[in-house]
T-cell receptor, first 116, second 112 residues
């Protein structure tokens, strides 16, 4: 597609429920990233995929968070047993990757998650 | 750990003024630095990307500079317009990995 697409744009869920957030990156971008942005803060890194594998998941806050990218394109961020502190905007980005490190990133519009 | 700081946190200027937003980072071993714009309730729009070997990049009324040795970048906006009102985020891509380290942003308001 022309840009990074994230669905849903808004999600309200009850504490303790399971949620899935979807990211459809730019076609041909092998690198995909998830970030989380709390109110008044800059985005914080969660996880990075190169192709199908999670190359760096050091930003995932705990084992309730998990992400997959089974075919190297669309990615799903999964949050189990949601807590009110998980409320934030979840941003996805994709990029081309050069011989060493990535070129510039393109971000999606984000999914605003509210846990009540 | 790379720390990115943006000053000021908020800025209000009358239309037509030139302005400078500041970004500093603690680890000079960076691969590139990127400036983003974020409108309320929206994602991030990339404005300028400066590779570590470059000193500045320009796009229209925007000019970003990079002084890697001192750990600083500035975003200069010429002849500001109300449509420039948004939050501006600075992000650093360190040599050690692929994650971007963001500052908290500068919230800019340009009044007519």
């Amino acid at each position: 597609g022309a840009g990074v697409s994230q669905t849903p744009s808004n999600k309200v869920t009850e504490k303790g429920k399971y949620v899935e957030l979807r990211c459809d990156p730019i076609s041909g971008h092998t690198a995909l990233y998830w970030y989380r942005q709390s109110l008044g803060q800059g985005p914080e890194f969660l996880i990075y995929f190169q192709g199908t594998g999670a190359a760096d998941d050091s930003g995932l806050p705990n084992d309730r968070f998990f992400a997959v990218r089974p075919e190297g394109s669309v990615s799903t961020l999964k949050i189990q047993r949601t807590e009110r502190g998980d409320s934030a905007v979840y941003l996805c980005a994709s990029s081309l990757v050069g011989s060493t490190l990535p070129y510039g990133y393109t971000f999606g519009s984000g999914t605003r998650l509210t846990v009540v | 750990k790379q720390e990115v700081t943006q000053i000021p946190a908020a800025l209000s200027v009358p239309e037509g003024e030139n302005l400078v937003l500041n970004c500093s980072f603690t680890d000079s071993a960076i691969y590139n630095l990127q400036w983003f714009r974020q409108d309320p309730g929206k994602g991030l729009t990339s404005l300028l990307l400066i590779q570590s070997s470059q000193r500045e990049q320009t796009s229209g009324r925007l000019n970003a500079s990079l002084d890697k040795s001192s750990g600083r970048s500035t975003l200069y906006i010429a002849a500001s317009q109300p449509g420039d009102s948004a939050t501006y985020l600075c992000a650093v891509n360190s040599n050690s990995g692929y994650a971007l380290n963001f500052g908290k942003g500068t919230s800019l308001l340009v009044t007519p």
